[in-house]
């Protein structure tokens, strides 16, 4: 690498928009969540085949993500918040996975029952995707209602979560009980990462206040 690489890459900032690329991935995952949705509760079979490019979908954005901000030598925004932003959403995608290979394992295709919690989901993902769009536009008190709004609905998750747990612990089929209780403990875990997601989003606005 001659001098002038290495003064571009190390002294000269580079013009990354970070928020842009924060959007970009919240988009990724609400689009995954969706076909989450539309697959185990309206049974739309090309939703259910979306699912496997949405992961790699998200995961690609991830690695570029924190790629760009590895080479960033200044961000105009908390580097840690970035960092937390780009790994927490990359959490829900992670446990959108792995709560697909849990329902393939067990052969489980339709989820009526919990559709109550999945629709929780979507909307918590819809709206978090939301305060990403804020905060591109500058938006901070609508970037804080919707990350108070996250939470509230990540606490619905967790109560639903509870609830259908006691159902099923009344079933005198173990192996019912074992298979449910692996696939509610999966959507309780994406609610908690929509949760940590929000606190990241509002995190980031009060650093740049």
Do not use: W
Not at 34 to 43: A, G, M, P, T
């Amino acid at each position: 690498m001659n001098i002038k690489s290495l003064f571009q890459k190390y002294i000269v900032p580079h013009e990354i928009n970070f928020v842009d690329m924060l959007q970009e991935q919240a988009v990724a995952i609400d689009n995954m969540i969706n076909d989450l949705y539309n697959c185990f509760i309206k049974r739309t079979i090309n939703s259910c085949e979306a699912i496997t490019q949405d992961v790699h979908n998200t995961k690609l954005l991830k690695e570029k993500n924190m790629n760009q901000l590895l080479n960033a030598f200044i961000t105009p925004i908390d580097r840690e918040s970035i960092y937390r932003a780009v790994t927490g959403l990359d959490r829900i995608a992670i446990s959108v996975k792995h709560f697909v290979l849990e329902t393939k394992a067990y052969k489980i295709d339709s989820l009526q029952e919990y559709k109550h919690i999945l629709h929780h989901i979507q909307k918590g993902s819809g709206k978090l995707k939301d305060g990403f769009e804020a905060l591109d536009k500058n938006d901070h008190p609508k970037v804080s209602r919707l990350a108070d709004e996250v939470r509230h609905i990540s606490d619905k998750i967790s109560q639903d979560y509870i609830k259908e747990m006691v159902k099923i612990s009344h079933s005198k089929d173990i192996q019912y009980m074992f298979k449910h209780r692996e696939i509610l403990v999966q959507l309780k875990q994406i609610g908690h990462h929509l949760h940590d997601a929000a606190n990241t989003l509002q995190d980031i606005i009060v650093k740049m206040d």
